[in-house]
């Protein structure tokens, strides 16, 4: 567990720069990716993508979306139950399954370095995983309800809903250390999360259908 003290931990609001939706979806949003140009959402039975500069919905397949989601750089991840689709995001279809590590209790997922890295929200627990077999390489211990998960710029961060409280965090990916906590507005949730590569993360806003943009803590040069 992690167990560094709360006076060593960086903590600091949230900035919210925009809100995206509500889409129109009755299971509201879970996992969040970003291709370079979209955003991708997990809206239950689909996957939508969509514009960050018009908030417009670009494109819409209909997969089993009910979790987290990653990219790769040419392929699509949805977490679908007990297993992981590897998606074509061309045509939407699914070219590769592994089993889920959770079995259908998993939250959020990322890629980095060739891994899938998932959260499993009651377990309160992130795993890096093989895409290709999903052998479990890794379990990084929390002590929060886990939510989507995001690398950037070497950077392990993850997303919490405990109760009516939601954070950012960034973790030490070897020990799962929280180094710093960025909090959201009291009934503001996470679902999903990703890095747009710069000084964004999108999250999904559960069942408030809302995908939010919001800044992550410049770094020094």
């Not at 291709?35 to 689909?46: L, Q, S, V, Y």
């Not at 000084?199 to 809302?210: H, I, N, Q």
Request: with cysteine; hydrophobic share 40%.
């Amino acid at each position: 567990m992690n167990d560094i003290p709360r006076h060593a931990v960086h903590v600091s609001p949230v900035e919210i720069a925009r809100e995206y939706g509500p889409f129109d979806t009755s299971e509201g949003v879970a996992g969040v990716t970003y291709d370079g140009h979209h955003i991708w959402a997990a809206t239950g039975e689909r996957l939508i993508a969509v514009d960050p500069d018009s908030g417009q919905i670009a494109r819409s397949l209909p997969r089993a979306a009910d979790a987290g989601t990653a990219f790769d750089g040419t392929h699509l991840y949805q977490l679908a139950e007990a297993r992981i689709d590897k998606i074509d995001p061309a045509t939407g279809a699914v070219v590769a399954s592994i089993p889920a590590p959770g079995q259908g209790c998993d939250s959020g997922m990322a890629w980095a370095d060739g891994s899938l890295w998932v959260g499993q929200y009651r377990e309160r627990r992130i795993v890096q995983i093989d895409p290709a077999t999903g052998a479990v390489l890794r379990t990084l211990e929390s002590d929060r309800f886990v939510t989507g998960v995001s690398w950037v710029d070497g950077e392990l961060w993850h997303g919490t809903w405990e109760g009516d409280d939601s954070d950012l965090r960034r973790i030490d990916p070897d020990d799962g250390r929280v180094l710093e906590r960025l909090e959201l507005p009291a009934g503001v949730h996470v679902s999903g999360l990703e890095s747009d590569g710069g000084d964004l993360f999108y999250c999904g806003g559960g069942r408030s259908g809302l995908v939010r943009a919001v800044r992550r803590p410049a770094r020094a040069a």
